[in-house]
T-cell receptor
Framework: GQQLNQSPQSMFIQEGEDVSMNCTSSSIFNTWLWYKQEPGEGPVLLIALYKAGELTSNGRLTAQFGITRKDSFLNISASIPSDVGIYFCAGEETSGSRLTFGEGTQLTVNP | EAGVAQSPRYKIIEKRQSVAFWCNPISGHATLYWYQQILGQGPKLLIQFQNNGVVDDSQLPKDRFSAERLKGVDSTLKIQPAKLEDSAVYLC??????????FGPGTRLTVL
């Protein structure tokens, strides 16, 4: 089945640093979603992207839908300790089709 | 607006036993999903309902897993009999029109 390659697998940063993570696919996607999951909880939707080239922000988070429609990235600016968690990308090939998740990026922020 | 509710939050069973999970989606959400999340991996779709009809169950191990959504609202996911490799978090999610899906807190299943 479809797979998404998410990198890096983990990141250890200092509070205040900026963070960048990305997701790539061998197939074209129609929709890209970014989620954050904290221990013992379900994933929480952060940003949804629907058009190639689209750049969307949610507070300190910015995500972009790649021009080729095969990738997406998520940036977090001025990280804070509560940004700790696992960030997942997810893609949908066509509207209403199965959502495929990446393996996640584990983010650790040192105060 | 209340989120997706799931119960129980934790369950420990022995292999070959049966287990059932319950989900109540966000009010008005026609689409309901069950995902399996194995430790260290992203969620994997098991089954997707649109109202009370199945849209996608291609990744559901039908010899042991079953799910129903009889009245188009609540849903139950059952495993019978459980295997060691079924140890995972089972996430229920729901969506309507627009971005999503929105996830519940999950049920952590441990099979001994």
């Amino acid at each position: 089945g479809q797979q998404l390659n998410q990198s890096p697998q983990s990141m250890f940063i200092q509070e205040g640093e900026d963070v960048s993570m990305n997701c790539t696919s061998s197939s074209i996607f129609n929709t890209w979603l970014w989620y954050k999951q904290e221990p013992g909880e379900g994933p929480v939707l952060l940003i949804a992207l629907y058009k190639a080239g689209e750049l969307t922000s949610n507070g300190r988070l910015t995500a972009q839908f790649g021009i080729t429609r095969k990738d997406s990235f998520l940036n977090i600016s001025a990280s804070i300790p509560s940004d700790v968690g696992i960030y997942f990308c997810a893609g949908e090939e066509t509207s209403g089709s199965r959502l495929t998740f990446g393996e996640g990026t584990q983010l650790t922020v040192n105060p | 607006e209340a989120g997706v509710a799931q119960s129980p939050r934790y369950k420990i069973i022995e292999k070959r036993q049966s287990v059932a999970f319950w989900c109540n989606p966000i009010s008005g959400h026609a689409t309901l999903y069950w995902y399996q999340q194995i430790l260290g991996q992203g969620p994997k779709l098991l089954i997707q309902f649109q109202n009370n009809g199945v849209v996608d169950d291609s990744q559901l191990p039908k010899d042991r897993f079953s799910a129903e959504r009889l009245k188009g609202v609540d849903s139950t996911l059952k495993i019978q009999p459980a295997k060691l490799e079924d140890s995972a978090v089972y996430l229920c999610a729901s969506s309507f029109v627009g971005p999503g899906p929105f996830f519940g807190p999950g049920t952590r299943l441990t099979v001994l």
